[in-house]
């Protein structure tokens, strides 16, 4: 993984389709209830481009195949007029990545076969023809065309040979010996989503766009990271990369590069403490955009837009005035104005910002991370001719495309309205919720079964999200789905800490994590039985990564919950700031100090540390590739639990890493089915 991804990870992140009915997801009688099954024929549209005359939006098709169990991706075209749709005739399992060429003639992708084998490819599109433009030993990332067409530039990981310690005997010919000894040096040489990692860099290349030998421009021991973006002359590549000494401890702090395409010279254009990245050249080439922040050592910053000069002077930020974070940006055809997304209040807005920093309203969107919880989040954005495409969601369907011309939007595609229209599903509708702390308004959302009766008493799964630092929002998913199949209705909020409602509300929890978070989701809780739709007396709740830091915190607070099951935490502090993949980032930003300088803040905060007050049967759910949040943790509580007698059970999911403990829709169904199966252990029956 290279250095930013492992940053942006790190800052805001943390089979039984044939079950018995209830823990599938599916009531006897009503066919039209949202199924596990259902996961499999779910589609969501991600990464549109648009053809640089604005007529066709080229776009990655995510899916699923039933018989591999795994996540695919087409390239589908759409006309922007009449909303005709086709895909790309790639020949391949999946396709993605999708960079049209300067005079849109031609569509550069990458491929990856059924041996898992990736290809970088360009399709001439007058002539329908195809080809594969070079042999590459690893993945191409972040495709980026020259303004001549002539050149495509990206990142592609280059193995380097493994560092030694002494060496075995002579080992003698025929002979089968252990493997040789893994020896680490790296500061980070675990990532998840990845595992180990191999020896390497990923480093910045260059191919003529018509095929040929790819050209390393970089090198030595850092790791550079897209997007690319190419000089308005073509002569330089504009990326972002760590070039700084202490870059293996503080790998957040990167710096927009200009790496010259003849000769490989690398000038560093930004130098402050803080990430800076994404650059995006401005039409006439004489600045550059980009997104970053200044690090104050805080748990959460805004991430701001910036402008600078082509040489990397005069670098000012164009969103000081406006108190969210933004996601992405893009010029606008005259350069004075850039199109912008950026977080507010649990949605995407759209807007125009001009460069003395105002903003124009353009639209409203809804993005959605995934298919399994209701996370809200990471803007698809393109510009050109005056039209802008984006994805956008809603409570009752993952990700479609939307573009915005002349000032009114339309929706191009419909991916999932076969399977989705025919299924009665649950609608969550806002909750108002003020907290018990200090009246703050605190967004929350709750989902009614589908056909529940009229006045019937329902039982309420609680459903925590992730980070802390991110949020949920009014977009689909399968787990809510799923939950209120069975007869659950489903809360799920923002509470401090979360993002998109400005800083001060998310640096709330800074150093104090959990703390009053805890108090906002009891006074949800409490707005959700003052409905008079909840059976007070049937209260379970859930929640993974910080969700399942707080589930654990909540049932050792708390006794009024009937079950619990705690996914992905973090249960000892001290513990996995030495355990997990992002351990120079656990205790700099979210402590004051190491854990062997200051153990009772990490204890305090630790909900092993309530472990002793604990009563409620509590369910432990991990991936067992999981290096976020270690399995170690979860088997922590797991065995403390046991030695305290309380009923529990561990979970582990063959296979996953944190953020893919659902990629794999068997396993994303099998999860939910085991949380209800575990739930339904400890629900009683109430009648209306």
Known sequence: MSQR???????????????????????????????????????????????????????????FDLMADRGHSSIWLVDVDSGAQHPLATGAASAGSPRWSPDGTRLAYVTAGEDG????????????????????????????????????????????????????????????????????????????????????????????????????????????????????DGKAVL??????????????????????VADGEVTVLTKRLGPDH??????????????GYDDHLRSYENMRLYVMDRDGSHAHSLTDGLDRSVAAARWAADGKSLIVAYEEHAATRIARLTLDGHLQALAEATTLEGFDRPYEGGAALSVAAGVVA??????????????????????LTHLNADLLGARALAEPRPLAVLSSVDARPIDAWLALPPHAAAGEKLPLILEIHGGPFTHYGAVFATDVQLYAAAG?????????????????????????????????????????????????????VTGGSGGGVLSAWIVGRTHRFKAAAVQKPVINWAAWVLTTDMYPYGSKYWFEKRPWDDPESYWRHSPLSLVGNVTTPTLLVVGDRDYRTPVSDAEQ????????????????????????????????????SAILAWFDRYRTAHAP
């Open 488 to 540: 659950y209705a489903v809360l799920y909020t923002n509470p401090r800490g979360s993002t998109s409602y400005g800083a001060e509300f998310a640096n709330l929890i800074h150093h104090d994590y959990p703390s009053h978070d805890y108090d906002d989701l009891m006074s949800a809780v409490d707005a959700a039985i003052a409905t008079g739709r909840i059976d007070p007396e049937q209260l379970f």
């Open 278 to 291: 994404d650059p995006v050249v401005s039409p006439d080439g004489s600045r550059i955009a980009y997104l």
């Open 239 to 260: 990326l972002s990369g760590n070039r700084n000494e202490d870059r293996r401890l503080d790998r957040s702090n990167s710096q927009i590069l200009s790496v010259g």
């Open 5 to 63: 991804r492992v940053a942006r990870a790190w800052r805001y992140g943390l089979l039984f389709l044939g079950c018995a009915s209830v823990a599938s997801g599916a009531t006897p009688g009503r066919s039209d209830r949202f199924s596990g099954s259902d996961i499999f024929r779910l589609e969501a549209v991600s990464d549109p481009q648009l053809r640089p005359d604005g007529s066709v939006v080229a776009y990655a098709r995510r899916g």
């Open 117 to 232: 084998r990736t290809e970088l490819h360009v399709h001439w599109m007058a002539q329908g023809a195809d080809a594969r433009v070079a042999d590459l030993a690893d993945a191409p990332q972040s495709l980026a065309w020259s303004p001549d067409g002539r050149s495509l530039a990206f990142l592609m990981f280059v193995p380097e040979d493994a560092p030694k310690l002494g060496e075995a005997p002579p080992k003698p010919e025929g002979a089968k010996w252990a493997a040789p000894l893994e020896v680490i040096t790296d500061t980070i040489y675990r990532s998840d989503g990845e595992g180990y990692l191999r020896h390497g860099r990923t480093h910045l290349f260059i191919v003529a766009a018509d095929g040929g030998a790819p050209r390393q421009l970089t090198f030595g021991p850092y790791d550079e990271d897209g997007p690319l973006a190419f000089a308005a």
């Open 390 to 411: 984006y994805t956008d969601a809603s409570v009752a369907r993952p990700a479609d495309l939307v573009v915005l011309r002349g000032g009114h939007a339309r929706q």
């Open 637 to 672: 509580y797991y065995q403390a639990l046991q030695l305290r007698g309380i009923p529990t059970t561990l979970v582990k999911v063959p296979g996953a890493s944190h953020g893919g403990i659902a990629a794999r829709p068997s396993q994303s169904a099998a999860k939910a």
